[in-house]
């Protein structure tokens, strides 16, 4: 069986012919040329690879990338001006840091954020994106953090 068959299996209830065994994709990147690393995408282990089905379409919103250093390590912070204020998040590492939310001030800003905000089918980009994977590729739709996580 392959990566695809047995994790299909699995979600069908059914028993593969052995556990199958995936990673986040992203930590392994810089590995692939690596041979040692490149047999265990030959023996089975598939790299989890996560876009979006659909996008967020935000009006009256400017959207403010910046990234800076603090010991060392790379802190990503996005900002959404909006008509009403501004809301950010930081990510240290790829990891979120800090969330949009943090003080009550915040919940009004994101309150008018969302009621400006649609969301669209972002199947085009994503079939492409489809096409891109490799056979140790696993692909997800990731969905993002919601306030009951």
Same mark, same amino acid.
């Given at each position: 069986?392959?990566? =695809? ?12 012919? #052995?556990?199958? +065994?995936?990673? +986040?994709?992203?930590? @392994? ?7 040692? @690393? ?16 659909? $996008? =967020? ?7 403010? %990338? ?10 990503? #912070? ?10 950010? %998040?930081?990510? #240290? ?8 939310? $943090?003080?009550?001030?915040? +919940? #009004? ?6 009621? =400006? ?33």
């Amino acid at each position: 069986m392959t990566l =695809h068959e047995r994790l299909e299996a699995f979600w069908r209830g059914e028993k593969p012919d #052995r556990i199958p +065994y995936t990673a +986040y994709g992203f930590f @392994f990147d810089n590995k692939l040329d690596d041979p040692e @690393f490149r047999k265990l995408t030959e023996d089975g282990l598939g790299l989890l690879r996560g876009t979006c089905a659909f $996008k =967020h379409v935000h009006q009256d919103t400017e959207i403010l %990338q910046s990234s800076s250093t603090e010991d060392g390590v790379e802190i990503r #912070r996005q900002t959404f001006h909006t008509a009403v204020g501004d809301v950010w %998040q930081s990510y #240290r590492k790829g990891w979120h840091d800090q969330y949009y939310l $943090k003080t009550a001030d915040d +919940y #009004r800003v994101m309150t008018w954020l969302w009621e =400006h905000t649609t969301v669209e089918s972002n199947e085009s980009a994503m079939r492409e994106w489809l096409t891109k994977l490799k056979p140790w590729d696993f692909a997800v739709s990731f969905v993002g953090r919601t306030p009951l996580q």
